[in-house]
């Protein structure tokens, strides 16, 4: 299967799971606790590459899966939580669960309006520069962001923001390319 093709039904099928876990949630009540427990579960798989690579691995037989599972976060996260990815080991779909989290997340951002927003910027931007980009695009578009970060050098300084399919370009590589073009233009 091309790496396209596959990439686009990992994502059909993590959306769908994650839609599933979004309905359980709701229908339970548990909303907030479960979206809680996937950030716990997102901050766990990113601080373990072990743990990542055991989980993603589709090779283990179920079990065994089961029984690290249960030690790692039985009494850490919701039953629903837990149940939930007892039911991605029982479907051979727990190799997906980074796809699934990242799904989910942005159900529950949709559920309660709010956006994201990814900051790229050509060095580290500090947490009270993030927080002032994400108030000002808060007023200006009246809606609640979160907001991601990536560094990415080759924009010499300055940054981009990418809110959906709308790019703000603050970058000084952008302001060259546009000088640029108007040297060329006159």
């Known amino acids: 299967m091309q790496f396209g093709l596959q990439s686009t039904l990992i994502k059909k099928i993590s959306r769908r799971y994650a839609r599933a876990l979004l309905g359980l949630a709701l229908e339970k009540k548990t909303l907030e606790e479960v979206y809680v427990d996937v950030q716990f579960l997102t901050a766990t798989l990113k ?89 000002r695009l808060t007023v200006r578009w009246k809606r609640e962001f979160v907001a991601e970060t990536r560094i990415d050098p080759a924009l010499i300084g300055g940054f981009q923001i990418k809110a959906g399919d709308q790019v703000l370009d603050y970058s000084i590589k952008n302001q060259l390319e546009n000088f640029r073009r108007q040297i060329i233009n006159a």
């Open 47 to 135: 601080s373990s590459a072990e743990l990542k690579d055991f989980v993603v691995d589709p090779h283990h037989p179920d079990e065994l899966l089961r029984s690290v599972l249960d030690e790692l976060f039985k009494n850490k996260i919701q039953q629903t939580t837990f149940d939930f990815l007892m039911f991605l080991i029982e479907k051979g779909r727990l190799n997906i669960l980074n796809e699934i989290i990242s799904a989910f997340t942005l159900l529950y951002l949709e559920e309660h309006k709010i956006g994201t927003i990814e900051i790229i910027s050509a060095s580290t931007l500090l947490p009270e520069q993030v927080e002032a980009i994400r108030k």
